[in-house]
Structures are given as C-alpha cells and as structure tokens.
C-alpha cells in the first residue's frame, strides 16, 4: 500500500518521500490509520520493520507546531534507540518544522534542561533519564496527548515496569496510548488493560531468514583492534560489493574516511546528509563506481541493492533482527554472500541471541596476519594490472613504454605498477575511531541463579532496584553523589566505634 492511501498530509508525505519511503510496511499499514482515528494501539513487530515511522507520522502530523509544549512522549529502553528514534522523528518532521528532543542516562543533565526550555513538541527519552527529569520538574507534561512505549518487551526485562508506571501516573489521563513490542507476554497485556483503553492489538509474523546463500563469520576483536582487523579482511577476501555496517553517525564518518585515507574507495551515508548526497553516493555504490558502502541502519533501511558480496557489521546490533536485514543484504537471487561481524569479548551474548534467531551457527574468523593481507593487496593489484592491459586505450601509451623500457628493466617497471596500486598497511596509516559506549549486557535470562546486571548499575529480581531517586541522584540509578555521602558516613562510623573501644581497653 502506498503511503498517499493511509490518510496522511502532504507535508507528511513529502517527508516520507525525501526519506526514500515508497511502499508502506504491514506495521505501517495496520498502525498509522489506527493511530489517525485516535484509537490506543498494541503492535507486535520485530525491529527493522519501521515501528517508528508507524507511530511517528500520524503523531508528528497531530502535533501542533504553533503551541510550545510537550504534546507527545516516546518512552525508549536504551539510550542507542532513543538516538536513533529521536533522529528519525526529526527528520520526518522537517517539513512541518516540529521540534523534537531526546533525553537519556549518561550526558550532561544541564544541557538536556537547556534544551528542554526551547519547548519541543515531542520528547523521547529512557526511563530512568526521563523520571529524573519529571522530578526536578524541568518538563511539563500536562498538555500530552499521545504516549508510545518502543520495545516494551526490553523494557520490561531491564527492570523498568516501575520506572514506567511513575511515568505514566505523571500523564493527563485522556490521552492516546500507544505500545510496541518484539513479543506480548503477560506483563504486556497487564500494562494494555491497566493504562490503555480497549487497545487495537497489531500482530506483524517476522520474516524467516534464509541463510543458506550467507556464510556467516565472527571475529573476536577489542574495541582498538576492529579497524585494522577489518581491512586486513577485506584485503584478504577481496570484496566487490561491500556494505560496512556502523552503530553511530559519527562511526559512519570516521569508518568512511578512514578507509578513504588508507586508499579504499569508500562513502558513508547516515540521517544527516542531505537528500541529494545521499542519493549521490547511492547511485555511485549502484553503478559500481564505489566498493564499499557505509552505512546506520537507519540509512540503509528499504534500500535495493543488487551485486552486494560482503556485509561486514563493524557493531554488532543491539537487536537480532537488525542483524537479519543487515545480512540479507547479500546473498541474493541465487548469488553468494558472505557476512563478518565483529564482536567484543563482553558482547558475546549478542552473538548467542543472534544464532538462536538464525538457527544457524557463526564460525569464528581468524585475523590475517599482515603478510597474508599483503598477499591479498598484491593479488588484487595484478588483477588491476590485467584489466589495464585489456583496456585497449593503452595503445595509446606504447611509444612512451618502449622510451620506459630502454630506461629500466621489465621488472622495475611492474613492480613499481604493483607498488602504486597496492594500499598502505595499516600501521603505516594510522586511524583513530573513537570507542563507543559499550552495549549492556543481555537481560532476562538467569545466569548463576539471577538476572544479569541491568544497564543501570542495579539488579532486577523482581524487588525494587536499589539506590534510585534518592538525595543526589543523578537519574541513572547510580545516585553517586548520596553513595559518597553514605561511604564517607559508614567510615566515619567505624573511625568513632574504633576510638571508644580503645579508650575502653586503655581504662
């Protein structure tokens, strides 16, 4: 179904169209004219299948630009989707010039509270940064209409139904309601009959990944050593088609011009570039005028390409789902593919969950030495040698070979071809990526008789977490400031029991 059929308006629609966007998804499809009529919605889909867009477009097409207040919340489980959710919002609302903030755990609280003053008309945050901000009452929820719980499910095993439900209570309670999740389990339903009026349940079946085209490849890297690895791989393998996955924009950028500075014909597109650009680099990657492309996975969502061999996933994705529209990127109408993914030593479980969704093992990767990715260099370079003395515009340079000739040797002369067309090695071109936070550990699985740490300090076993919105808090749930205050007291404590005792023994 076209998107020009779900009732949306035409500044929407040129929004959606600058985006890329041509058919509309079944979540989409289901959801948007649901959320048009005003009526509460459950949705069940898998990440990747445009959940944000589905709840996005009729919110940012309800909102009123001309009234400077908080008219729409998106509540987000991680900090790395609340980004992601807050970037394409932004972009989708262009058009009608809405204002959209995001807010989370782990940055500067006083630049959010500055940010916050310039009125947006829809915020999406994390639990915990979002409670902190409601109780140093630096946000004014009174005038929201429309409440969207992104990936409830992962909230839920994060330990944040407490979080959520204080949110909530914080609400006008005539508002539309709308909850989005990988699976419906009892704790879902529970939230759907306690704050939702009669919700419309969406259900979307995820798609069956068909990896028999796909060898599949891990590599176990530290966060330093991922970039050098990858490229010693690409020189080993010899891809020509390649789709470099990163987490961030910024990632996207510094891989991009990395690869560019050691000799790689690359291009990044992210969010943030203009249309045009985008479209640039696209048609470039399409024409196979450019071997590799960098790309979010927002970015490289609804893209058609064909011919592509590698997909390399620098970061790991947070969702399995992800990591299935990454890979079934290559491997397509009959051809073979082949992924890698890199994975840190604490993102293993990552790794698991994916092969779980799979049901297909990754094997694991050796990192080439430098000696063998040499030899791949050179291979490379001597196919580049052939295709030129194919071309029969090199006819042209024979007068200037024989003056060549009499001057050097055959072999000074092809090795010196070789040298010119073969790329630095990775020491000799130096490139900083900046490290990213670290993904949290996977939740909701026992593991020793309890739940694994949850992304904020605390562990979830059912009781309250502990050390949250205490004096000094910071919204984390680490509350850094009252632990000190705590410590420095218990010492203190000890220091005076320690006195006392020894004045008695000394009596």
Request: net charge positive.
């Amino acid at each position: 179904m076209k998107f020009d059929e779900l009732g949306l308006d035409a500044e929407i629609l040129k929004a959606v169209k600058r985006s890329g966007f041509e058919e509309a998804t079944p979540i989409q499809e289901q959801t948007i004219p649901l959320v048009l009529q005003g009526k509460d919605v459950i949705g069940q889909a898998q990440t990747g299948t445009g959940k944000t867009a589905a709840f996005g477009l009729p919110i940012i097409q309800d909102v009123d630009t001309s009234k400077r207040q908080i008219q729409a919340v998106i509540i987000s489980p991680t900090r790395e989707l609340a980004i992601q959710t807050q970037e394409e919002l932004f972009r989708l609302s262009k058009d009608k010039h809405g204002k959209v903030q995001v807010v989370y755990g782990g940055a500067d609280i006083r630049r959010q509270i500055q940010n916050l003053r310039n009125a947006p008309q829809i915020l999406v945050g994390t639990p915990g940064r979002l409670l902190d901000h409601i109780r140093r009452k630096t946000v004014d929820l009174s005038h929201v209409q429309s409440l969207v719980l992104d990936e409830a499910d992962e909230m839920l095993d994060m330990g944040f139904l407490e979080d959520i439900e204080s949110i909530i209570s914080s609400l006008p309670k005539q508002r539309q309601t709308l909850l989005f999740s990988a699976t419906i389990p009892k704790q879902i339903t529970k939230i759907g009959e306690k704050f939702m009026d009669e919700p419309s349940v969406v259900k979307i079946k995820s798609k069956e990944l068909t990896t028999d085209l796909v060898d599949q490849f891990y590599v176990k890297a530290r966060e330093f050593e991922k970039f050098d690895t990858m490229t010693r791989i690409i020189d080993v393998q010899a891809p020509e088609l390649t789709i470099i996955f990163g987490r961030t924009k910024r990632r996207v950028d510094e891989l991009s011009k990395g690869l560019e500075a050691r000799g790689y014909n690359a291009a990044g597109i992210h969010g943030d570039l203009t249309q045009q650009r985008r479209m640039t680099i696209m048609n470039k990657f399409k024409a196979g005028k450019l071997d590799i492309l960098v790309a979010t996975d927002v970015a490289a969502r609804g893209l058609d390409i064909s011919g592509v061999t590698h997909v390399y996933n620098y970061d790991i994705p947070q969702d399995p789902e992800s990591y299935v529209h990454r890979i079934g990127r290559t491997g397509r109408a009959g051809h073979h593919g082949v992924s890698v993914t890199f994975v840190t030593p604490n993102e293993m479980d990552y790794l698991r969950v994916i092969e779980r969704l799979t049901k297909k093992r990754m094997l694991p990767m050796k990192p080439p030495t430098e000696k063998e990715a040499f030899i791949g260099q050179v291979s490379a370079a001597v196919e580049s040698v052939q295709e030129l003395i194919d071309d029969p515009e090199s006819a042209k340079y024979e007068d200037q070979a024989e003056q060549l000739l009499e001057k050097y040797d055959a072999k000074q002369i092809a090795a010196a071809l070789l040298n010119d067309l073969t790329k630095d090695d990775a020491q000799n071109v130096p490139v900083k990526i900046t490290p990213e936070r670290p993904l949290p550990h996977k939740k909701g699985r026992r593991s020793h008789g309890g739940y694994h740490h949850n992304r904020r300090g605390g562990k979830y076993n059912g009781r309250k977490r502990q050390n949250y919105g205490r004096k000094g808090g910071n919204g984390n749930g680490n509350s850094n400031r009252y632990n000190h205050k705590d410590r420095a007291r218990k010492k203190y404590d000890r220091d005076q029991s320690a006195k006392r005792k020894y004045t008695i023994r000394k009596k």
